[in-house]
């Protein structure tokens, strides 16, 4: 047996198909001791919509100088709200909900007393407060968790 030149080994290696970099989707509870082999890439934005962060009213920040503000309705977490604020009026949001269209800013609970279906404003916040915005998160294309690099 006559041994090979190292170009020659060289070029047999290089023709050999030798698929070494398989890849299975399996269950995350079944991962451990694998490695990634493709970068997990966000879909869609978080949150996808401005929510709030906090319980609390849904209002229009200038609202907040008015002496009551008329309480509208609830908006549980999960729901889909649909409604658009006018000036004068608020609605009781929940910490993850989505806020009501017109509304920028919430204002805690705890800022406010709630008399005949309307709020008093007893300490102001800033515009935006207690909102997440639209991809605080993370956003639509954002690498959240790199493959593994050989």
């Excluded at 698929?19 to 996808?48: C, T, Y």
């Amino acid at each position: 047996m006559s041994l090979l030149s190292y170009e020659t080994s060289q070029t047999m290696l290089s023709l050999l198909q030798v698929n070494s970099s398989r890849s299975q989707n399996i269950p995350l509870s079944s991962s451990l001791g694998r490695v990634l082999s493709e970068d997990i890439i966000a879909k869609h934005n978080d949150p996808e919509f401005p929510t709030a962060s906090m319980d609390g009213y849904a209002v229009i920040h200038s609202d907040l100088e008015l002496c009551k503000i008329s309480v509208i309705g609830h908006n549980p977490a999960g729901s889909n709200e649909q409604r658009t604020l006018i000036s004068g009026e608020c609605i009781k949001t929940f910490t993850g909900s989505m806020m009501p269209h017109g509304a920028d800013t919430l204002i805690q609970i705890e800022n406010v007393t709630l008399e005949d279906g309307a709020i008093i404003i007893n300490e102001s916040v800033a515009k935006g407060s207690s909102v997440r915005p639209v991809g605080e998160g993370y956003r639509a294309g954002d690498v959240l968790i790199k493959k593994v690099q050989r």
